[in-house]
């Protein structure tokens, strides 16, 4: 609760504490997403596609991107699905998409729970919240991942129509893009905290997070991302010099990034949401979303 009221008064640096006692749920339920989506990939993978083709074409790449003639190459891809027509190979192409997004939406939902109980209880089961985690919130979150996903790209479209006019304005646009998405920033949040449904959630965050909030949010955004950057980089270097061993320490680089990561997106979703939770709604009558 006191990390609650922090969010109120010190947003930033209530987040950033926040964020260390999300570490945990991060790492674990990084985890488990990407075990799951290898699994659902192998599957995919080995039901539809032929693996003796697809080592071929790596292979084959690994000697430049140019291998044979234009008609071999076309050959061998289309070994790859196994002489299916483009529809099917469409079809399978959603269904991987589609399967690693509803997996994005359920790792969402349980990152939230487990930042909701955080905050509330002081700590976070994991089994408990893996357990809570497969719930109808799951639905609202694609909806509302959609739905933002729509609105930015019919903006995004917008945006790089103006290239026609002027270059600048293009740059101008998808900034502008960027920052309409982040005034949702406070969505997730209120779906699986304050239990609205999409549109609510979605009202919710655009009448409390305004431009400069997600002004605020960008910036933060740019130079979290640069410093992710540069620690990527270093650990593409450390492989590139230490061969197997570089790839291993490598890979253990790039999982903590992961998981800082995470934990810091989550606990800023939690804390858009907390920030303006007392925020009374007329409908009936007035009401709190959530009451302490």
Known sequence: METIEQFKKDLWNGIFFHTRKMMMPSLVFSIINGIVILLVMAGVFSAFLDMDALR???EKYGKGPSFGD???QNNLFK???????????FLVVILIYGTIFI??????????LASEDILLKGEANMGDVLRRSMN??????????????????????????????NLALLFIGG?????????????????????????EA??????NIGMGGAGKIIIVGIVAGIIFMMVSLVATGISALLGTVGGIISLIIQLVIQVVFNAFMYSGYSAAFYRYADVE??????????EE
């Open 136 to 165: 109808r919130d799951i639905i609202k979150l694609i909806g509302l991942f959609v739905f933002i996903g729509i609105i930015a790209g019919v903006l995004s479209v917008v945006a790089f129509t103006l290239v026609y006019v």
């Open 175 to 199: 900034l502008l893009v960027i920052w309409i998405a982040l005034r949702f920033t406070a969505a997730p949040g209120a779906i699986v905290h304050g239990k609205l449904g999409v549109f």
């Open 202 to 207: 979605m009202t919710f965050s655009w009448r």
């Open 56 to 58: 071929e074409v790596l």
């Open 103 to 112: 997996i994005s939406a359920w790792f969402s939902n349980a990152m939230l």
């Open 281 to 290: 709604f007329q409908d009936a009558e007035e009401a709190h979303l959530v």
């Open 70 to 72: 234009m008609e071999e």
């Open 79 to 89: 070994s790859i699905f196994k002489g299916m027509n483009p529809g099917m190979i």
